[in-house]
């Protein structure tokens, strides 16, 4: 059993000071939940305590003693593990390999024990209830099942401390339920868990301590039986936190998009389809939500009329009553469309470029003239009015925060001017002030005439935001809402499959 107590930890980049004198303590036996904005130093503390930040002022006390990582291994022979924010899988490498990348087994000749590694990737992926093989290849996963893989990743070397950074923002509920099960039985054996989310109704089920950060600062701790949401959302933010309901409704019934008999075929399975007979239309200035359990094939329907599957899928589409048939997703980018993607790390943003090229990315081709003098007004803009924390426009954003990098990829989309746009789980891993500003953007967005179709797992996202809402149930539409009839229990019942 480990005890791990930060002692007066800072740690600057440039322009950013990411924590301030930071002392807190982290207790064996417990899941000790870490809290803040975006962007407030929490992955910063994590990389400091898992030797992936080697420079910083202060110290890191592990059951009293004075502990200094060199480098990630270090912190991993002390038993300490890291599941990072972001993905961290090799995709062409298979689950096992992933699993045992730098640590491979061998057997008594030298050679690499395949069987043995295999043998213990399947008794891992059987705790976590993941059902791959071992010798997938990590691309053919799933985000959800990535992150599993990560898990169990970390979980392979039985460490003492696990530092868990954002666990469940990609997972479904049955899968979160699932890790939480994990979760309390590594708790049993003593194990310190770290726990980094958003997600205020799961820290209040699975936590037992909390410490708060604000701009790098602690601004509190204590045991969470002894807090309530709002006063945690005040230490955060310093200030209380209400979501309003969209109210304005559209009062034209103007059709924007139409879609009709959309079929899409499984990618390696000829006679298996995975969107069927789905048809709908979106209205101008309509917040549409699709609801739907992970693997209902929302994200694919979005994907398919973004032109991203062409050769498998076969649709009309109409925009403002003219048919289109997009031939890649450039063609629809160009007829209006935008789409913020699922993962934002894959699809949505160029790492090693600055906010401002990300933020200009789609329109480059049709503003190639415009240099980067618009280029940087066009990101200041963006930064201002989705308040991105970031030193300046030419900051990388591999060195943004989790949810500002997702503030990045809504602003290079909402850049192109769109007349309709795509949102997958926007608000994934976005902090509650920064998810309230959103869903603002989003509300004027609508009334300002821009339709928007929103994917989302999150049920009162959808009933706070949707003017209609549309179910889906293994690739087919199972009804149609309107915001006044819909309610969790029906968006639930019309989501499972029958
Ligand atoms: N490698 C880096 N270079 C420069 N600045 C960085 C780097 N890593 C983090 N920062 C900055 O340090 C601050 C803290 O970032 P950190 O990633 O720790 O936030 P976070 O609390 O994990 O936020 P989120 O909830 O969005 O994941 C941010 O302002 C961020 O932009
Ligand atoms: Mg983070």
């Known amino acids: 059993m480990i005890q791990v ?10 322009g950013v000071k990411a924590l301030d004198e930071v002392s807190l303590s982290f207790f064996p036996g417990k899941v000790n939940a870490l809290l803040g904005e975006n962007g407030a130093g929490k992955s910063t503390l994590l990389k400091i305590l898992t030797g992936t930040y080697t420079k910083y002022q202060g110290s890191i006390l592990l059951n009293g003693q004075t502990a200094r990582f060199q480098n990630v291994r270090e912190a991993q022979k002390a038993g300490i593990a890291h599941i990072h924010q972001e993905l961290n899988l090799i995709p062409q490498l298979t689950v096992a390999e992933n699993l045992f990348l730098g640590r491979e087994v061998r057997n008594a000749f030298g050679l690499l024990d395949t069987a043995e590694m295999n043998r213990q990737t399947k008794a891992m992926l059987e705790k976590l209830r993941l059902e791959v093989s071992p010798q997938t290849p990590v691309r053919r996963l799933k985000v959800g099942e990535q992150q599993l893989v990560e898990i169990a990743k970390a979980l392979l070397s039985d460490p003492a401390v696990i530092f868990m950074d954002e666990p469940t923002s990609a997972l479904s509920d049955a899968e979160i339920n699932n890790l939480h099960q994990i979760i309390a039985s590594l708790k049993k054996e003593g194990k310190t868990i770290v726990y980094i989310s958003h997600k205020m109704e799961e820290l209040f089920r699975i936590a037992d301590h909390y410490s708060v950060l604000r701009d790098g600062a602690l601004t509190g701790s204590g045991n969470m039986e002894d807090t309530s949401e709002q006063e945690l959302i005040r230490m955060m933010v310093g200030r209380d936190v209400q979501i309003e309901p969209k109210t304005t409704t559209h009062l034209v019934e103007e059709t924007v998009l139409q879609i009709s008999d959309l079929h899409l075929q499984h990618p390696y399975v000829k006679q298996r389809k995975v969107l069927q007979n789905i048809s709908f239309d979106l209205k101008r200035g309509e917040i549409l939500g699709i609801f739907g359990l992970m693997g209902a094939g929302r994200t694919e ?22 048919s289109y048939e997009f031939s890649s997703p450039q063609a629809a980018i160009k007829n209006g469309l935008a789409f913020v993607t699922e993962d934002r790390k894959v699809e949505g943003l160029v790492l090693g470029l600055d906010v401002a090229s990300n933020i200009s990315l789609p329109t480059l081709q049709q503003r190639f003239f415009l240099k980067s003098r618009g280029e940087k007004d066009l990101a200041r803009s963006y930064i201002e009015r989705l308040g991105i924390k970031t030193p300046s426009e030419r900051q990388l954003c591999r060195n943004l925060s989790g949810g500002n990098q997702q503030k990045v990829v809504l602003a290079k989309w909402l850049s192109t001017q769109p007349k309709i746009l795509f949102m997958d789980e926007p608000t994934r891993g976005i902090d509650i002030k920064a998810k309230q500003e959103i869903y603002d ?55 499972l499959p029958v």
């Open 5 to 14: 107590d930060v002692k007066k930890i800072s740690k600057s980049f440039p």
């Open 301 to 322: 329907l979005l994907e398919t009329i973004f032109g991203l599957h062409t050769s498998r899928s076969s649709y009309s589409l109409e925009i403002e009553g003219r």
């Open 441 to 495: 953007l989003m509300k004027k967005l609508a009334d300002e005439g821009l339709s928007i179709i929103l994917v989302s797992s999150e049920i009162p996202e959808i009933l706070t935001l949707c003017d209609r809402i549309l179910v889906m149930a293994e690739g087919r539409l199972t009804a149609n809402y309107s915001a006044s009839e819909a309610d969790e229990d029906k968006l639930l019942k019309a989501a």
